[in-house]
Antibody, heavy 114, light 107 residues
Framework: EVQLVESGGGLVQPGRSMKLSCAASGFTFNNYDMAWVCQAPKKGLEWVATISYDGSSTYYRDSVKGRFTISRDNAKSTLYLQMDSLRSEDTATYYC???????WGQGTLVTVSS | DIQMTQSPSSMSASLGDRVTITCQASQDIGNNLIWFQQKPGKSPRPMIY???NLANGVPSRFSGSRSGSDYSLTISSLESEDMADYHC?????????FGGGTKLELK
């Protein structure tokens, strides 16, 4: 059974950093591109970033370029999202997904507030 | 960026109704589109992939179709468990873009 389990969310002050993790199991992690998608409270879904199966290529939405970094450790079957210079508008539930969206984690809430 | 214009943004329907939700793509996306169902507090669930293919375990009352740049999700006979938000996603080109979502409620 495919499982994606996010962790690392919580309350963080504006301008600070936070790192999300997504532990994958039930499939050959290093065969698949992976993505992060976010959803602000009561809003729609927004794609954040995607990383290729081997980590050689990364793609970001404009609003997070230069602030967020997607990465992966295939030996640990884990996906990461390093979020720097956080803003209030980054407040959302962050989901990891096996690209382009066949499987999703349960999400982790990031709240950016002073 | 490719814009996905989803309509309606909300709708109410009765049990047994035929319901159609549409996403219009601003550029060619081929069939690189997924429909998701999302219930409150839950993760999105893929319902239709590659525009017209039913995902595993999805009831056959759900179907996807394409006419040019218009992509539709149809529920042939609405059941109470279908009340949810529905989203489309194009993954033809970065940045991937979602439609604005459709809230489906019981009349």
């Amino acid at each position: 059974e495919v499982q994606l389990v996010e962790s690392g969310g919580g309350l963080v002050q504006p301008g600070r950093s936070m790192k999300l993790s997504c532990a994958a199991s039930g499939f050959t992690f290093n065969n698949y591109d992976m993505a992060w998608v976010c959803q602000a409270p009561k809003k729609g879904l927004e794609w954040v970033a995607t990383i290729s199966y081997d980590g050689s290529s990364t793609y970001y939405r404009d609003s997070v370029k230069g602030r967020f970094t997607i990465s992966r450790d295939n030996a640990k079957s884990t996906l990461y999202l390093q979020m720097d210079s956080l803003r209030s508008e980054d407040t959302a539930t962050y989901y990891c997904a096996r690209a382009p969206g066949g499987y999703w984690g349960q999400g982790t809430l990031v709240t950016v507030s002073s | 960026d490719i814009q996905m214009t989803q309509s309606p943004s909300s709708m109410s329907a009765s049990l047994g109704d035929r319901v159609t939700i549409t996403c219009q793509a601003s550029q060619d996306i081929g069939n690189n589109l997924i429909w998701f169902q999302q219930k409150p507090g839950k993760s999105p669930r893929p319902m239709i992939y590659y525009a017209t293919n039913l995902a595993n375990g999805v009831p056959s009352r759900f179907s996807g179709s394409r006419s040019g740049s218009d992509y539709s999700l149809t529920i042939s006979s609405l059941e109470s468990e279908d009340m949810a938000d529905y989203h489309c996603l194009q993954y033809k080109q970065y940045p991937w873009t979602f439609g604005g979502g459709t809230k489906l409620e019981l009349k």
